[in-house]
């Protein structure tokens, strides 16, 4: 199989605060992981890839200092919202991939982030 | 500029049905082809994929069709289910690095 998994699956903060949100595969190591973020019926915008042990690579017009991005392990990638706004309200939902030389993405199930 | 084009935006099947979704792309470098289905709330899950050495993939009831020279894929659903109601998303690749998703298209199978 290949399992992604995403916590938490909801999270509703203040204005100002930083959120994290955890991607893990469960049963495979993911050399590379993206961040999507998605609006309401709209497709999915890839705001960066990161690979394990070295700087993620953002997509243009996404704010690096804003969303950070760990990816730790070959299990385990993290972003962080800091100083979350409202406008960064959003579905953001992690992939992974299992390796080069592969090409398929196995999505997380996503996390509904709604910044009051 | 959309490098994936994705139509219909909305499709509205009766039960039984064939459901038929279009993508078409620019970059001929692209060597993989995936079909996502997302339901509400949930992220998406690989459906059925492709690459360009076939024309015809199928995998029970969901079937793609690729024609290479004019650069277009097609997801056709046989025999549409309620459960199938979702938004589905094709998309394109080139060496396992970032993918190129559609703008999805929304499919209601009506009992």
């Known amino acids: 199989g290949a399992v992604v998994s995403q916590h938490p699956s909801r999270v509703i903060c203040k204005s100002g605060t930083s959120v994290k949100i955890e991607c893990r595969s469960l049963?495979?190591?993911?050399?590379?992981m993206f961040w999507y973020r998605q609006f309401p019926k709209q497709s999915l915008m890839l705001m960066a890839t990161s690979n394990e042990g070295s700087k993620a690579t953002y997509e243009q017009g996404v704010e690096k200092d804003k969303f950070l991005i760990n990816h730790a392990s070959l299990t385990l990638s993290t972003l962080t919202v800091t100083s979350a706004h409202p406008e960064d309200s959003s579905f953001y939902i992690c992939s992974a991939s299992k390796g080069q030389g592969t090409d398929t993405q196995y999505f997380g199930p996503g996390t509904r982030l709604t910044v009051l | 500029q959309q490098q994936v084009k994705q139509s219909p935006q909305s499709l509205i099947v009766q039960k039984g049905g064939i459901s038929i979704i279009n993508c078409a792309y620019e970059?001929?470098?692209?060597?993989?082809f995936p079909w996502y289905q997302q339901f509400p709330g949930k992220g998406p899950a690989l459906l059925i994929a492709i690459r360009p050495d076939v024309s015809e993939k199928k995998e029970g009831r969901f079937t793609i069709s690729f024609n290479k020279s004019a650069k277009q894929f097609s997801l056709h659903i046989m025999d549409s289910q309620p459960g199938d109601s979702a938004t589905y998303f094709c998309?394109?690749?080139?060496?396992?690095?970032?993918?190129?998703f559609g703008t999805g298209t929304s499919l209601t199978v009506i009992p």
């Open positions: 049963d495979f190591q993911a050399t590379t």
């Open positions: 970059n001929t470098a692209f060597d993989y």
């Open positions: 998309a394109a690749s080139m060496g396992g690095n970032q993918f190129y």
